[in-house]
């Protein structure tokens, strides 16, 4: 095929549109369909009225090959999607045994033997179409094959979705259109800022081979590489990737943080496991937030021993054994008390590596009048320390605890190659 | 007006298409909005293509008075948007010297003293758009008013979208269209099944003032039920809302677990600070997610003393006291661990209430064998504590935490007001 298999991905619902529910689903489709080389052309976003939602069908049919609906499923009247589906294709709405079967079982389980007649709408399936069973939810996908274009409509919950993408749709996708899995690397860069990135690898980037391309992601203070390979034979495409990734080394030396992975937690782990390092974390400002990002990875349990979020000055005196004496005369956000809390933290966990934080996340300040958007964190490596300030004013809460933390992490991988 | 304003968004990137980036800014842009009675009729994500951005354009313009497209702003050559909005709209790009130097001092600050040429580009202005200043990045917005109707160009990055909406594009929204905030009243209603629910309360749903509009939310197992209130005067609306929530009181009684907010954590915010109440975490199988959550809230200092994440069974024992026979006895999975977690958290940290999980996150197995999806979590307030069980292997590993950690919030505003 010359040209990449196209989707288009459709979110339905009213929710997504008044900015309540963050759709997820979109990103997640997506991810899932790259990883096969189908390209996702556009996204709609769009609200629960069948007009529109026709009126999306009509428009992404002249778009892509794979049409992906999420959303507009449920049992309750604002849910029109079926209703608009019925419409556009001219095929009727048919009661399903099976499906209702299926869904008295999934109801009955959760202890719901009584079927509400609101739930009999779910097992509605619409004339010709493939079910993909839900095993999830109450809503199954269903499969339109028009014109040998495919229509998959699925339901919005994300914990539906993704299995129903991941088991199902993937693999009927993959065998239909005989496409392979793609290869990508993403390549880290830290200390240089885009503009000038770009123009030290211009050349580099002007001579890849047609078979890779490039793109850029910044990502806080680290700019992601990701190069995508596809076109030839695997063997050839690994090949030429580890050429090129060869030649962004000699171009940019220590700069490159990672050649492999994509997430900063996903590079802790490879360096950590490789070193048999292990890690600890005493999180003020952060809150744990640098803790639930490392445990966000399967099989950290064998590097990350644990970590304390000690919110209170009390808190960092009693578990991190930091002297009240230090907080009272530098404040407990300062150098000073960082250093003692990752030291603390070190010896309560016997880890090799510790880390710490504390700062004013705001948007008010502490009783100390720090400023809002200051913090030290300290990452400690042996007998090692290293503190550091950052000032983040411009950072909303969450923001400023997200950014903190990544830029914590991306430190420890710093300092653990240096060291 | 009879009519709402009514805006659309763009959302410009190839990486948002990719699944790699996943978009925020529009769930940000679209409640922002909202709060002053602006409703978003559709998103679309595109790429980084000339002519989508333009045909994009055309189409929303059709359907919309405000339309805010955000990224593509950046000085390498993937970012196209300017050039579409030049052709699209027929003005010319011009070199502007005032954005230059604002560029150049924002470069400077930062220690970027050369001015690469790439840069130059961000200085380059529509002709006739009106310049929003971006403090927080290179690429300022643009603001063309084009036979009434208002188009705004942002930069992608979002600590730059956020200040740029909040502070310059809202007002300028708000005084232009003669805009007020609107009112919304959000009811968390847990143990009815939403068919359930919509069943109960169709009546009342019926009867509803048509000032007042109704969504269903389900977010885990709570159902956020969505009332917003527009069309009269302020006070009038607060009547309503009052009343209609009155009647949806005596309807599901004790079903209802808030009145006011959104998020289960400042849910639990309002709860600890109006009964003087403090509380702390001790995670396993969550790593941490708890401690973000009630740290996610400005203000939560006031009840929340720490917590720790023991990710080793010996951690457990060193740390919370967790008596190590225990854990061989029953596993580190177990009702009785995570009771012992709780109790040894409560001591530790001094406070009224704790809480504690342990489980398996998966997609691994445990060291003993447990169940991936299995988790026990506990919920100590003075004396008393109960224990919970959950199965949730469709999950995955991120899901499956979150989950958790709301669930665990959950049952702790349960039990309180229980209490």
Redesign the interface.
């Known amino acids: 095929m010359s040209r990449p298999v196209q989707a288009v991905i459709i979110c339905i619902g ?11 689903n ?9 990883g096969i080389g189908i ?9 629960d009225e069948a007009e ?1 939602i026709e009126k999306t069908l009509k428009e992404s049919l002249s778009l892509a090959d794979i049409i992906i609906s999420t959303g507009g499923l ?5 849910d029109k999607t079926l209703e608009a589906y019925s419409r556009f294709f001219n095929r009727k709405l048919v009661f399903n045994d099976e499906v209702f079967a299926q869904l008295k079982i999934f109801l009955e389980k ?1 202890g ?1 033997a009584e079927i ?1 007649d ?2 009999r709408n779910q097992a509605m399936v619409l004339e010709g179409a493939e079910v993909l069973k839900n ?2 939810g109450t809503a199954p996908c269903q499969l339109i094959d028009d014109n040998d274009k495919l229509i998959f409509c699925l339901p919005g ?3 539906e979705v ?2 129903l993408i991941k088991e199902k749709i993937i693999p009927l996708l993959k065998s239909r259109f005989g496409l392979h899995s793609i290869l990508t690397a993403v390549v880290s860069v830290v200390g240089i ?4 990135l ?2 030290k690898i211009e050349d580099w980037e002007t001579h890849l081979p047609k078979s890779l391309s490039l ?4 990502v806080g203070n680290r700019i992601k590489l ?1 190069i995508t390979a596809k076109g030839s034979t695997e063997i050839e495409l690994q090949k030429q990737l580890k050429i090129e990734i060869q030649k962004l080394k000699s171009l940019l030396g220590t700069s490159i943080i990672s050649e492999a992975n994509d997430r900063i937690q996903d590079i802790v782990k490879d360096l950590l496991i490789s070193r048999k390092m292990t890690i600890s ?1 005493a ?1 003020s400002c952060t ?6 990002l ?3 990875v ?4 064998a590097y ?9 000055p009390e ?1 960092k005196a ?2 991190l054994g930091v002297a009240p004496s230090i907080i009272e005369k530098h404040t407990v956000v300062s150098a000073e008390v960082s250093q003692a809390m990752a030291k603390g933290c070190q010896q ?2 016997g880890t090799d590596i510790s880390v710490s934080t504390t700062g004013v ?4 300040t502490d009783q100390y009048n720090n400023s809002i958007g200051l913090v030290y964190y300290s990452v400690r490596i042996g007998e090692k320390e290293s503190t550091h300030k950052l000032f983040l004013p ?6 400023f ?1 997200n ?1 903190v933390s990544e830029k914590v992490l991306q430190t420890v991988v710093e300092e653990v190659l240096k060291s």
Do not use: W
Request: charged share 20%; hydrophobic share 30%.
């Open positions: 009213d929710e997504l549109l008044s900015g309540n529910t963050l759709d997820t979109s990103h997640y489709i997506a991810n899932e369909l790259r390209e996702t052309k556009q996204i709609y976003t769009i609200s529109i449920g049992p309750t009247k604002d959760r719901r509400l609101l739930n095993e999830h919950v994300p914990f993704k299995p800022p885009e503009s000038a770009s123009h793109s850029y992601l910044p990701r974390t999180e809150g744990g937030a640098i803790s639930k490392l445990t966000s399967s099989g950290s349990s990350f021993a644990g970590g304390v979020c000690t919110y209170s808190m009693k578990i309560l966990f996340a705001g948007p008010n411009h950072l909303e809460r969450e923001d605890i950014f």
